[in-house]
């Protein structure tokens, strides 16, 4: 069955600093890969997503992630992190072909923490 | 536009009741898919409606839970009778279009049962 591995379940980092947070899919096809951010209180935000073509994907609010498909990742980047930044990040994967509904499955998911 | 909407945003219930959850979703999605997060573990799925018809149950954990989408409008999630490990966040989300289209998700229902 597919599975989405997040590295980390929470990542510090300093304003300003790069932030990376590492996503591993399973499945030897390619699957459509996600990135969703929520805030407090809120509901999932897409942030980007892979479904074919470029394989270095930009995002909103400056993030971006590339896929790899020799390591099966999928890792979030941001080359500057903001203390708006500063939520929780989930890396999720959905299959292709006719047997997709568009379920998704979830990463553990990845609390990110901006320091001043 | 409004978003996907849920109510009630926490519910705290004994063991053995019943529990009724809403999603609304936005106008002109037929595709309605619910979501649970039990603490300290990832997201969910449990169930997708396109319109009104259920496309997909496999998440569904056992038979206490029942989905209805009457209308191919707003979607209701029941719990009963609720047991201890059906405490959780519980999401919906919508889309336009299955597949690899955005799905918009709705800020969540707090179940707590004690």
């Known amino acids: 069955a597919q599975s989405v591995t997040q590295l980390g379940s929470h990542v510090s980092v300093s304003e300003g600093a790069l932030v990376l947070l590492r996503c591993n899919y399973s499945?030897?096809?390619?699957?459509?890969l996600f990135w969703y951010v929520q805030y407090p209180n809120q509901g999932l935000q897409l942030l980007l997503k892979y479904t074919s073509a470029a394989t270095l994907v930009k995002g909103i609010n400056g993030f971006e992630a590339e896929f790899k498909k020799s390591e099966t990742s999928f890792h979030l980047t941001k080359p500057s992190a903001h203390m708006s930044d500063a939520a929780e990040y989930f890396c999720a994967v959905s299959d292709r072909g006719s047997s997709n509904t568009g379920k998704l499955i979830f990463g553990q998911g990845t609390t990110l923490q901006v320091k001043p | 536009e409004a978003g996907v909407t849920q109510f009630p945003s926490h519910s705290v219930i004994e063991k053995g009741q019943t529990v009724t959850l809403r999603c609304d979703p936005i106008?002109?999605?037929?595709?309605l898919y619910w979501y649970r997060r039990v603490m300290g573990k990832e997201i969910k799925f449990l169930l997708h409606f396109v319109k009104e018809s259920k496309q997909d149950e496999s998440g569904m954990p056992n038979n206490r839970f029942l989905a209805e989408r009457t209308g191919g409008t707003y979607s209701t999630l029941k719990v009963q009778p609720a047991e201890l490990e059906d405490s959780g966040v519980y999401f919906c989300?919508?889309?336009?279009?299955?597949?690899?289209?955005?799905?918009?998700f709705g800020p969540g229902t707090r179940l707590t049962v004690t």
């Open positions: 989300a919508s889309s336009q279009k299955a597949g690899a289209y955005e799905q918009y």
């Open positions: 106008s002109g999605h037929d595709n």
């Open positions: 499945s030897s096809v390619p699957p459509y």
